[in-house]
Nanobody
């Protein structure tokens, strides 16, 4: 079993920045990929970013490319998301997800373990 805990959400003005963190833990933890997804009220869950722990590759959703930066600290089993140039449409609950085995990075059902989510609200 893997536990996933997010932190770092909050309220920020448009154009501002936030940093989200996501820590994974568990016995004999093995990580293939960790990712960020978000869900706004009335909308479907959307892929934001992911980091392949094996290859080091980083992937981004089209709506956040050039504004958000994903990174990791492998020793701490922690994934980060730096949110910059925030827009009101970035307002959502941001979820961290973890997969121990192969997962298609943008496909939410491929991730077995999820955090509780952290709210990001961007005011105009």
């Amino acid at each position: 079993q893997v536990q996933v805990v997010e932190s770092g959400g909050g309220l920020v003005q448009a154009g501002g920045s936030l940093r989200l963190s996501c820590a994974a833990s568990g016995r004999a933890l093995r990580t293939y990929i960790m990712g960020w997804f978000r869900q706004a009220p009335g909308k479907e869950r959307e892929f934001v970013a992911a980091v392949n722990w094996i290859l080091g590759d980083i992937y981004y959703g089209d709506s956040v490319k050039g504004r958000f930066t994903a990174s990791r600290d492998s020793a701490k089993n922690t994934l980060y998301l730096q949110l910059s140039s925030l827009k009101p449409e970035d307002t959502a609950v941001y979820y961290c997800a973890h997969a121990t085995d192969y997962a298609t990075y943008y496909n939410a059902p491929d991730y077995p373990y999820w955090g509780q989510g952290t709210q990001v609200t961007v005011s105009s």
